[in-house]
């Protein structure tokens, strides 16, 4: 189905040191498509100066909220954005990363192929490997062969038709998980969802992380 706009949304809690680079990287991305695009970060209970970084791009909505809460941000981010680009959800396409990742100039245009005949799309994420330390970088990559991300879901590079997402009532206001939520809800409404290794988007190697049982805790656990 066409998409005639695509909404990015990114949530961010005191990501200052890393958000200029994952918006740098994001209208990269845009540039490399045709349709379309618009950017909502929601600056989620900052403390530092992430509202700053994220006021320093024009083409840039930032929104402030106290959640505390990623779920609530993604889905406030989504929310927003659509009300702006007041385009037919069924022709918007909504693609998710994170504050502290950075994407692939082709990363729109393989979640804009997913679209063509998916309401949603599952792609690859790889940490920073230069940031871990040996131990872990090897224990990751030994775990890692080809293939081996598929089926994991990972907010940090997830698209879906807005339509779609209306339609199974969007991220729910969970600290953790809303990611697999989502696609799990996605997947038993029958909607088509796409899965690629391909162009994966690159997030923080980092070992502590802004909530428990995320990324940050996987990585750490790589190794006793």
Known sequence: MTVDHVLIAVPARDEESTLADCLRSIEIARGAIAVPSSVVVVLDSCTDGSADVARGFADVLAIERDHGNVGRSRHDAVLVGLRGAGVTPSRTWIAFTDADSSVPRTWLREHL???RGSDAYVGAVVPQLGELDEARRRAWERSHPPGATLGH???ANLGVRADAY???GGFLPLFVGEDVDLVSRLRAAR???AESERHPVTTS?????RASAGYADYLRGLTP
């Open 153 to 155: 879901v990972h907010g």
């Open 166 to 168: 209306l339609r199974v």
């Open 191 to 193: 909607c088509a969802v």
């Open 205 to 209: 190697g980092r070992l502590v992380g």
């Open 113 to 115: 192929r997913a679209a």
